[in-house]
């Protein structure tokens, strides 16, 4: 479907669109955070002894490939779920083989960045490692063969799979003004007593119930609303939810967002008076 700033759908629909400028950026980044990042993070795991914080590392690492490329979709203004997916899974796959490439040249005692143009020597190299090993879990044995490759595997799924669902710009985009959509957090509202009839209402736009909202507090239940002015056309969308208080696994209350509809679209008028009030 075309992008709904320039249609009247319901929701917004978005449209699939990754300029070329767009997607030389998101290469551009992913080829960087290879190199820096995977330098890093080589260092951070060949000099780390403990392995409860190499996986805290692991983490870290596909977050940052996952956050650098949410900049690139931004700047880039790449579109689409499958555009921004298959391009957060190549970059993934970039630094996870600078990282490799890069460790195994710390390994061996040569230049950070002797390996990287030698995929087959990177190979080769892996290969002699997991059958020597070069560290143990418990004791004096090290850890080879399957097992070892069953370790690499489950740090490259966290790396990648972390990067992965990171990276995600899905704000309305507005074609008219050739940019992302203008998010604006607006006051917390008290709680709607039927989150059902409160989607229902905004579906058939009868605004009663969203009007009628008061100001709430943040620290108990409440609305959460947020605005999306795309900027050269007159197009509003709204994402509202539910904010409820539940006691998490520790006891402790923690405030848990539900979703009751999300980018959802404003008469102009109407969103005009909400952000207006704040």
């Avoid at 669902?165 to 957090?185: C, I, L, M, Y």
């Avoid at 209350?253 to 109407?270: G, N």
């Amino acid at each position: 479907m075309s992008n709904s700033t320039t249609s009247n759908a319901l929701y917004y629909q978005p449209d699939s669109k990754a300029p070329p400028l767009g997607i030389a950026i998101c290469l551009f980044l992913a080829i960087a955070i290879g190199l820096i990042g995977g330098l890093i993070y080589a260092y951070a795991s060949w000099y780390n002894p403990f392995v409860y914080i190499q996986i805290i590392i692991t983490g870290g690492f596909g977050l940052l490939i996952g956050f650098t490329m949410d900049w690139g979709f931004k700047w880039g203004k790449v579109r689409g779920f499958m555009n921004q997916k298959l391009l957060a899974l190549l970059a993934a796959l970039i630094a996870f083989y600078c990282a490799w490439a890069i460790w195994e040249a710390l390994v061996l005692e040569q230049s950070p960045f002797s390996l990287l143009l030698h995929p087959v020597q990177v190979w080769k190299t892996s290969r002699i490692f997991n059958m020597l090993g070069l560290w143990s879990i418990a004791g004096d044995t090290p850890v080879t063969g399957i097992l070892l490759y069953v370790f690499w595997a489950l740090e490259a799924a966290i790396i990648i799979g972390v990067a992965f669902f990171k990276a995600d710009e899905s704000r309305p985009f507005s074609v008219a003004g050739n940019n992302w959509a203008k998010e604006t957090k607006l006051f917390s509202r008290l709680p709607m007593a039927d989150p059902t009839a409160f989607k229902k209402a905004l579906e058939e736009k009868n605004y009663d119930a969203l009007l009628a909202l008061e100001r709430g507090d943040e620290a108990t239940n409440h609305t959460k609303l947020i605005m999306y002015d795309c900027e050269g056309s007159d197009d509003y969308f709204l994402h509202a939810q539910l904010v409820v208080f539940e006691p998490n696994d520790d006891g402790k209350m923690e405030a848990k967002p539900y979703d009751v509809t999300k980018f959802i679209r404003l008469e102009p008028e109407i969103a005009q008076q909400l952000l207006a009030a704040g």
